[in-house]
């Protein structure tokens, strides 16, 4: 069995290396089993000598892709795959580190589990020490039993490789969302209405580097509200326009009262339990913000977020 994991990169050269080091640091039989395609977007090719740096301790491969937005990106991993003979595809983001068990615990759900067309594990912030941001409390003493789960993102995820196929639009990314984002969680829907499983892998870990410009509650207040946007732009573009617009008005009075729920028993869990009632209140903060962006939508278009990089 073969892997290959996907890094979609642009204009973060020190993060990539960051991430790669953590990659070559992962246990067991790393280059027997793992390949890597580092694909650039954008014009800039500043990320090319750091791939170079690690071609002798990771089996790696870099592709460039000038054409902005990471929908393009994607779809160029979907050619390269089509080309190549891998029966599961990972991806990693390029301001994420991986934990190095990360191998061992995905193969070893492999070898438990064979009901899954996904395998996904957790990401778990990793915010600086200073930070103030309300969504840096995690949710205190998780499940580490593996199970089949609703939702997955392609990040930290393994998916069969004949889920991927050039030209056809519900087993490659949607160019409508390559710059406002959200294609990765539209092309997982398309998988769960095949009828696909997913399984957790809750002891797979990577850590989503927050940098400082990413760790206050501005920042917060802005992800949550885009992601509410992308919800909007997901459900349409799965739908179509009519039942899509329908489906987004039924989900934002849904989504607001899963805030005011959170925040409510928030209140009192806290008092018992401090870090599960913090992690409401952030949850709770999410969600109203999230909202507030699937409101948005029935009056303005979403942001182009994938313009706006934050790290280096």
């Not at 018992?272 to 939508?297: D, H, I, N, P």
Request: proline share 5%; net charge positive; glycine share 8%.
């Amino acid at each position: 069995m073969k892997i290959l994991v996907v890094i979609c990169t642009r204009k973060r050269p020190v993060l990539l290396g960051e991430l790669l080091a953590s990659c070559a640091r992962i246990e067991g039989d790393l280059n027997e089993k793992v390949d890597f395609l580092i694909i650039e977007n954008g014009p800039e090719t500043p990320s090319k000598l750091v791939v170079e740096q690690f071609s002798d301790k990771l089996n790696i491969t870099y592709a460039h892709e000038p054409k902005v937005g990471l929908v393009w990106a994607r779809n160029l991993a979907v050619s390269f795959i089509a080309s190549h003979e891998y029966e599961w595809i990972g991806s990693f983001d390029d301001d994420q580190l991986v934990d190095p068990n990360w191998l061992n615990e995905v193969l070893a759900i492999l070898a438990e589990h064979d009901d899954a067309e996904i395998i996904t594990g957790r990401i778990i912030p990793k915010y600086p020490g200073e930070s103030r941001s309300i969504l840096k409390f995690n949710m205190p003493n998780p499940s580490l039993k593996s199970r089949i789960v609703n939702r997955a993102l392609v990040v930290n995820s393994l998916i069969r490789s004949h889920n991927f196929r050039p030209g056809d639009s519900t087993r490659s990314f949607d160019m409508r969302l390559n710059l406002i984002g959200g294609e990765d969680v539209l092309f997982i829907q398309h998988i769960r209405a095949r009828g696909g499983k997913i399984r957790s892998a809750p002891r797979a870990i990577v850590h989503e580097v927050m940098v400082p410009e990413r760790s206050t509650n501005r920042f917060a207040m802005h992800r949550s509200f885009t992601l509410g946007q992308q919800t909007g732009a997901i459900l349409m573009a799965f739908y179509g326009p009519i039942k899509g617009r329908l489906l987004r008005l039924l989900t934002a009075p849904k989504t607001l009262l899963r805030s005011i729920a959170f925040a409510f028993f928030g209140l009192f869990v806290v008092v018992v339990y401090e870090k599960m009632g913090l992690w409401m209140f952030g949850k709770a903060f999410r969600l109203f913000f999230g909202f507030c962006g699937q409101v948005s939508t029935i009056f303005t278009r979403p942001y182009k977020e994938y313009e706006r990089v934050v790290g280096s």
